[in-house]
């Protein structure tokens, strides 16, 4: 109580996609004082002269401007027109370059990109947005490292995302990187959302067409459901009755990693929510993640949190006994 809110500033352009808008409004504009108190204050800057629409016709009538925008915590740039693709308004050009010399993080969802490339604050870096982009945006800003296999890319200050959904696993990822994962899961369940990917998860994946519906879901339920046990390949692949070498080839083309690497980064995940959760020593935790010991635990926490263990229950706990019914 009494804290200030963490500012999220939404840059506004005209004839912006509804849905990006709509996820950054559901994830950072409701009030969620219930959850962690004080949630995020949203406020919708204006990036260029009114009267300023979706490209479904809505009107948007921001309450705030680009001052707004560079004073915020978090700048957001969402999908926007391809007219401002190609020629972004340069009073936000330089608001955001303003914004990121003042240290503020700098997000963008799908187009967003071309608008944070523009101003020169993806040079040199990572970054990704929907893949059907990818060819113009790379022939257009040669100077980024742009990755379209992925579904969100977190570069410290700077974040980006894919189209669509993949806007609401950055604005979610977010969410966990301010308040940790059980906040972020509790939003995803408000919102009738899976808890959020992770951003190394591919784009586009083998058609659901081609699959069958319960292809991999049952195997990975079996297995979350077992993550404090010595899983393998092979234990999957028995439960999927595959091979291990299909098992392995299919897993990896449908949820872009490997067995393994879910599998640690499902035991990373189970090991936050009870550092967040729980009161158990960093050594039970270990085992009921699946890590077995401390140190590797720290091992594989630290390479994908880049915090220590320790370190990410001090700052990231969630507070349940706190939090109002």
């Not at 950072?28 to 800057?45: A, K, M, N, Q, T």
């Not at 040199?124 to 990755?147: C, E, I, K, S």
């Not at 979350?224 to 299909?246: F, G, K, N, Y």
């Not at 929510?273 to 635990?297: C, K, Q, W």
Request: glycine share 6%; proline share 7%.
């Amino acid at each position: 109580m009494g804290q200030d809110r963490h500012v999220v500033a939404l840059a506004v352009t005209d004839s912006l996609p509804v849905f990006e808008l709509a996820v950054a409004c559901e994830v950072f504009g409701l009030d969620r004082s219930d959850i962690v108190d004080p949630w995020y204050d949203l406020r919708l800057c204006a990036a260029e002269p009114g009267p300023l629409r979706t490209a479904a016709g809505l009107s948007v009538d921001p309450k705030y401007d680009l001052e707004d925008l560079v004073a915020a915590d978090t700048v957001l740039v969402s999908g926007v027109h391809r007219t401002t693709q190609v020629t972004p308004p340069e009073p936000l050009l330089d608001a955001l370059r303003r914004a990121h010399r003042a240290g503020k993080r700098i997000v963008s969802l799908c187009g967003g990109a071309y608008v944070l490339a523009a101003a020169g604050l993806l040079d040199g870096r990572r970054a990704t947005l929907h893949w059907m982009n990818a060819l113009d945006f790379a022939h257009r800003f040669p100077q980024v490292r742009v990755d379209p296999t992925v579904l969100y890319v977190d570069d410290g200050d700077i974040l980006t995302s894919a189209g669509t959904a993949a806007a609401i696993d950055l604005c979610l990822h977010i969410v966990r990187r301010d308040h940790g994962s059980a906040v972020a899961a509790e939003v995803a369940r408000r919102m009738v959302v899976p808890p959020p990917r992770q951003g190394s998860q591919a784009q586009h994946p083998t058609p659901i067409a081609t699959r069958k519906p319960d292809d991999l879901s049952a195997v990975l339920a079996w297995a979350q459901e077992r993550l404090d046990q010595q899983l393998t390949v092979a234990d999957l692949a028995r439960q999927a009755h595959l091979s291990p070498t299909t098992f392995a080839r299919r897993f990896r083309t449908t949820l872009g990693a490997t067995p393994l690497q879910w599998l640690v980064e499902q035991r990373v995940r189970r090991a936050q929510e009870l550092l967040e959760t729980t009161d158990e020593p960093i050594e039970r935790i270990a085992r009921l993640a699946g890590f077995g010991t401390p140190a590797n635990l720290r091992h594989h926490f630290q390479r994908l949190v880049e915090v220590s263990p320790q370190t990410y229950r001090h700052v990231f706990r969630y507070r349940a006994r706190t939090t109002p019914a």
